[in-house]
């Protein structure tokens, strides 16, 4: 079992900048992969980002390629989500997610464990 607790969100102003926490419980936290997904009013969860077990390899979706930054400190068992040059369209619940081998990276249903969410804002 792995409980995954969310911090970091709140509201910035386009062109800002803020880093997401993901705090997870448990010993096996090494052994998971782990990614950010997010969810705007109205709209569908989407995949942000994700992170293999070593953290040698990370995935990102394309709306956020060269802006955002997944990582992931195996000692501290928390995962981080760093955005730079948020817009308004960044804008939602970002959520984050586990599971020891997720059979595709970008799939929600994929993954086991997930966070209750913190919500960006970014304002015009």
């Known amino acids: 079992q792995v409980q995954l607790v969310e911090s970091g969100g709140g509201l910035v102003q386009a062109g800002g900048s803020l880093r997401l926490s993901c705090a997870a419980s448990?010993?096996?936290?090494?052994?998971?992969?782990m990614a950010w997904f997010r969810q705007a009013p109205g709209k569908e969860r989407e995949f942000v980002a994700a992170?293999?077990?070593?953290?040698?390899?990370?995935f990102y979706a394309d709306s956020v390629k060269g802006r955002f930054t997944i990582s992931r400190d195996n000692a501290k068992i928390t995962v981080y989500l760093q955005m730079n040059s948020l817009k308004p369209e960044d804008t939602a619940v970002y959520y984050c997610?586990?599971?020891?081998?997720?059979?595709?990276?970008?799939?929600?249903?994929?993954?086991?464990?997930w966070g209750q969410g913190t919500q960006v804002t970014v304002s015009s």
């Open positions: 997610a586990a599971d020891r081998s997720p059979l595709r990276v970008g799939v929600g249903r994929d993954y086991d464990y």
């Open positions: 448990g010993r096996t936290f090494s052994s998971y992969c």
């Open positions: 992170i293999r077990r070593s953290g040698g390899t990370t």
